[in-house]
């Protein structure tokens, strides 16, 4: 889980790479890199600690020259430390490598090196991949590349700099995003697209196994044989702006605020004209072919596994197809029942989540059908799957994840109508009032927004409690799982999430006057149950904060305070509801001075399992 970058051309390679790097620190940021060939050596310069450490020890000092690779490094194998940041180089510093992911057996090929004599500097995996190149190197860099990669066994997205070569890049990439970025008389690598956006839309996709050779005037792609692979370009339609702050504080209140456009962007051409069917051409299904699914599973983490609760509920109350949700680290070590007749849905805004990959993997080895849920076109899922339905988010650069969950909401409330549809389980004039009601999705959240400044005074009040509770019953129990998340990740107060039925059964014996209970209450048909529990709470003396639908008076009686969401559909309550969460998330994070963007521990895209 980290970000490489590499550049060639006749700019100043230092300048590209520092700048590519910074938008790939959401990758992992514990420790940074850069190697550039000067004319006469590799320079190599690395720093512990955020970027900006880097950025320093480069003040008045950067190296020059048009050919260079760059690493952000979240640590898997070894400490963050200088030593084990990342380029690393051979004992003879003509070579040098960055590398995203695991090699599996780095052990046996370091031992076989120790013997033969090299000297190994720090305790990473990613050591062995420049030594091997130095043992193997016989004058020619592809071949000697080409023979690291016959070598090695994991995943991996990894740069090659030779000082013997210093018109060469060469890249490869197994299970870890990579993209090329074609210039005019330069070219650039990195992990993903914001990386490069500012330079070029014209890009390659890398593919598992496919090694590219890049030089300043030509990219050439070959596959685990060794041929040339013709490469189709792919033109990236994001908005070079979309990948900034644009004014804002931090990403994670930019991508809140662009929620309306986001979930807009994802319905365009979505609804017929008359709200009467969902359209996905996408898919192109017929009722033949959703009858013949005897179960669905949906499979995904973290953020995204909490879209796909609020899915199940969609697609079983729309379609009345069963559904089964499963965290995707889990799902292949329980030996699901899947047939052809089965259809699992992976949801991964990155469309990089190795978890989320290896259970796509093992349901098309069972033979099930596959249809992923992403916001990264071209990404490794999508690549995967069978079909592919895309949310419209743009580039999701905080770590804590916001439009691309509401964007997910989206897909899956068309994807259960558009089921319902197909197989007739939806009185026609409901359906029509419900896809109405979704095409209203942005206004509401621009109105939802608008309690900023209020949820703002919440947060600061209760950012000192150590303990929060969500509660919430039916879809708002899903919506209380992704709040207490928001709330946990990036303000690091502990927060717990429970059906508001079941407090009773143990946790309410934790409810006290120092702990906030934040309670949804936006699901009609089970309003005055949930009231009873918010009366519960209340009774031990918790403070509570309610979340309700505007008008709801009883409510604003038994809650401290009440953030209310505009009126609608109990079904499409979730994603206006989630909305204050979010910022209740944010601006308690904002309040205890963390590090909004970049949480401790956490990375935006998880490859390692
Ligand atoms: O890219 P993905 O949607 O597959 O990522 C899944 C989770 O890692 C992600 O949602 C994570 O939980 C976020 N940090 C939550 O804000």
Redesign the pocket.
């Known amino acids: 889980m980290c970000g490489i970058i590499g550049y060639v051309g006749n700019g100043e390679a230092a300048e590209f790479l520092m700048q590519g790097l910074t938008c790939l620190e959401y990758r992992g940021y514990d420790s940074a890199g850069i190697a550039v060939f000067d004319g006469r050596d590799l320079r190599i310069e690395k720093a512990v600690g955020r970027l900006d450490c880097l950025k320093e020890k480069l003040q008045g000092n950067t190296p020059a020259g048009h050919i260079g690779i760059g690493h952000t490094r979240w640590a898997t194998h070894g400490a963050p430390s200088d030593l084990n940041a990342h380029p690393h180089a051979d004992c003879t510093n003509s070579f040098a490598v960055v590398h995203n992911g695991i090699i599996e057996n780095y052990l046996s090929i370091k031992e076989e090196l120790l013997a033969k004599g090299h000297h190994f500097k720090s305790e990473t995996d990613t050591e062995v991949l420049v030594h091997l190149l130095e043992d193997v190197y016989k004058g020619n860099f592809e071949v000697a590349v080409r023979e690291v990669l016959r070598r090695v066994e994991g995943s991996y997205a990894m740069v090659f700099i030779s000082k013997k070569d210093p018109d060469t890049l060469i890249c490869s990439k197994q299970d870890n995003p990579m993209v090329i970025g074609l210039g005019e008389g330069e070219n650039f690598i990195a992990s993903d697209i914001p990386a490069i956006i500012t330079k070029t839309r014209r890009t390659y996709i890398i593919n598992d196994g496919e090694m590219a050779v890049v030089k300043k005037d030509s990219v050439w792609v070959f596959n685990k044989s060794g041929e040339p692979v013709t490469k189709k370009v792919l033109e990236v339609n994001w908005d070079a702006e979309a990948a900034e702050k644009g004014g804002y504080e931090h990403f994670m209140l930019k991508e809140i605020h662009e929620q309306p456009k986001a979930v807009r962007d994802t319905l365009t051409g979505h609804i017929a004209s008359d709200n009467s069917s969902v359209i996905l051409n996408e898919l192109g299904w017929t009722a033949e072919y959703v009858n013949s699914f005897a179960k669905v599973y949906i499979v995904?983490?973290?953020?995204?596994y909490h879209a796909a609760l609020v899915g199940k509920y969609y697609i079983e109350r729309l379609a009345r197809i069963s559904v089964e949700v499963d965290i995707a680290s889990e799902f292949r070590y329980r030996q699901p029942i899947i047939n052809d007749n089965t259809l699992i849905i992976v949801?991964?805004?990155?469309?990089?989540?190795i978890d989320?990959m290896a259970a796509l993997k093992e349901a098309k080895r069972l033979g099930g059908k596959t249809l992923a849920v992403t916001n990264v076109v071209g990404s490794s899922i999508a690549r995967e799957a069978d079909q592919v339905i895309y949310t419209c988010a743009g580039p999701e650069i905080a770590?804590?994840?916001t439009k691309?969950y509401t964007t997910q909401l989206i897909v899956m409330a068309l994807l259960g109508a558009y089921m319902a549809g197909l197989r007739k389980t939806v009185a026609p004039e409901m359906m029509q009032s419900l896809l109405g009601n979704l095409k209203k999705i942005p206004e509401g959240i621009e109105t939802a927004l608008q309690q900023e400044k209020e949820i703002k005074e919440f947060a600061k009040k209760y950012s000192t409690k150590e303990d929060l509770f969500y509660i919430g019953r039916a879809l708002d129990y899903y919506v209380a799982l992704e709040g207490s998340?928001?709330l946990k990740?990036i303000s690091y107060i502990h927060a717990e999430a429970y059906a508001a039925g079941e407090l009773k059964h143990g946790t309410l014996a934790l409810i006290t006057n120092e702990v906030p209970v934040v309670a949804l209450a936006t699901q009609k048909s089970v309003y005055e149950k949930t009231l009873s529990n918010i009366k519960e709470v209340k009774a031990r003396e918790a403070v509570v904060i309610g979340i309700g639908l505007q008008g709801d008076k009883e409510l604003q009686h038994y809650a401290d305070h009440v953030i209310f969401i505009p009126e609608t559909e109990e079904l499409l309550a979730p994603l206006l509801a989630v909305v204050p969460l979010q910022l209740l998330a944010y601006y308690s994070a904002v309040a205890r001075n963390c590090d909004v963007d970049k949480p401790r521990n956490?990375a935006?895209?998880?490859t390692v399992e």
Do not use: F, N, R
């Open positions: 995904a983490c973290g953020t995204a949801v991964s805004q990155s469309g990089e989540t989320t770590v804590a994840s691309a998340l928001k990740e956490l935006k895209s998880v």
